[in-house]
């Protein structure tokens, strides 16, 4: 059965923030940026038609995305002890990298933490706890395979455009750090 077939009638979510010039970021990573390369009127063909055609240049880890197990090494070492000389090159990873993370498309459940403490967001730096993930999850249905979302509300600080809400510091959590999972948590 197709990935599509199996996704008739149910509810899909896309969980992507908006990509735009000037959207918030670690300050580790390149901007996302894209201009307008060719305007119409740039080049006319004989008959009158003309093309617009932009150039977007970005760094990969901007915007919505998941991050490969090679993303992050503490003392050199990445996911499962692995050295991250082994495995790296200036071409990639050969192993641990975005290629070898298989896409998700299934049923996901929404631990909302920040609805459980009577909030809209949690506080900058809070570290979620085993037990909020269990009063969040009172209740709910978990099956083995769910992809689990941890509402923490933070997404409210991410700017919707130019000239909107906060400046991204917030959401970046450069000031005093983003809400999230400890090790209790993801364990």
């Not at 077939?5 to 959207?23: N, T, Y």
């Not at 009127?41 to 003309?50: E, F, K, L, N, Y």
């Not at 919505?64 to 090159?89: I, Y």
């Not at 400046?167 to 970046?172: A, P, R």
Request: proline residues 8%; glycine residues 16%; contains cysteine.
């Amino acid at each position: 059965m197709s990935l599509w077939k199996a996704l008739d009638g149910a509810r899909v979510l896309d969980l992507a923030q908006p990509m735009r010039k000037g959207m918030p970021q670690s300050p580790n990573h390149p901007p996302f940026r894209m201009t307008l390369e060719r305007r119409h009127g740039d080049v006319v063909r004989p008959g009158g038609g003309s093309a617009a055609n932009e150039i977007i240049v970005t760094g990969g880890h901007v915007g919505t995305h998941v991050d490969a197990l090679a993303h992050v090494s503490q003392d050199g070492l990445l996911h499962g002890g692995r050295p991250a000389a082994e495995v790296m090159t200036h071409e990639g990873f050969g192993e641990l990298g975005i290629d070898a993370f298989e896409p998700y498309v299934g049923r996901c459940v929404l631990l909302d933490v920040a609805a459980v403490h009577g909030v809209p967001t949690l506080p900058a730096g809070y570290e979620v706890t085993a037990g909020d993930l269990e009063r969040a999850a009172a209740g709910l249905e978990l099956r083995e395979g769910d992809a689990l979302l941890i509402g923490t509300g933070w997404s409210r600080l991410w700017p919707s455009g130019p000239g909107a809400g906060p400046s991204g510091t917030d959401f970046t959590g450069a000031r005093d750090g983003a809400p999230g999972p400890g090790v209790e948590a993801a364990q």
